[in-house]
C-alpha cells in the first residue's frame, strides 16, 4: 500500500481541513495502489497537488470579486471602470499563472534527502544548469558548483 496525499476546496466531504502554503484546503490521504479510491477522488475534485486547489481557490476569490464590483456599478460612466477591473483582473490571473509556473520549476527541483526542501548542494553541476536555465537565469558555462548554487538560491 502507497499513500498519497490529496487536497480539495474546504466545500468538499472528507478529509480534514488544514493550512497549505497559508490557505486552508482539505487535506486527506488515500492508498495510490487503489485505482478505485484514486478515481473517485478525482471524481469528487480532490487533486493530487496543493497547488491545483490554490489556483482554484484563488480564481473563485476573484471572480467573486469580479462580480460584487459589476453588481456595485451600473451607468455608463461605470462600464469604463468595469472594463477597467477586468483588466486587473486579467493581469492578476496573468500573475497568478505566472507565479504557479515558478512554482512548478521549484517543485522540479530536487529534494535529494525528502524533507520537502530543494537542497542544491546535493545536485549535480548539469541538474543547476538545467535548473537556472528554466528559471531564466543567465550563468557562464565555465561557472563552478559553488556559484551555481549561489545563483540557484538567489533566484527563488
Known sequence: MSNMMIYATTDKVGGNI??????KMRVRTIDSSDKDEVEQ????????K????????ETQ?????NKVMKGKLSSGDDNKRIK????QL???????????????????SKD??????????EMTISELSALLKQRDVEFN????????????????
Open 18 to 23: 488544514e493550512s497549505v502554503w497559508g490557505t
Open 41 to 48: 477522488a478525482k471524481a469528487d475534485g480532490w487533486l493530487s
Open 50 to 57: 496543493a497547488s491545483d486547489v490554490i489556483e482554484q481557490i
Open 61 to 65: 476569490k476573484l471572480e467573486a470579486e
Open 84 to 87: 477597467e477591473l477586468e483588466e
Open 90 to 108: 486579467a493581469e492578476a490571473l496573468t500573475e497568478v499563472a505566472q507565479l504557479e509556473a515558478k512554482l512548478a520549476i521549484y517543485e522540479e
Open 112 to 121: 535529494a534527502n525528502g524533507n520537502g526542501e530543494v537542497d542544491y548542494e
Open 141 to 156: 558555462a565555465r561557472d563552478g558548483k559553488a556559484a551555481l548554487v549561489k545563483l540557484a538560491t538567489d533566484s527563488e
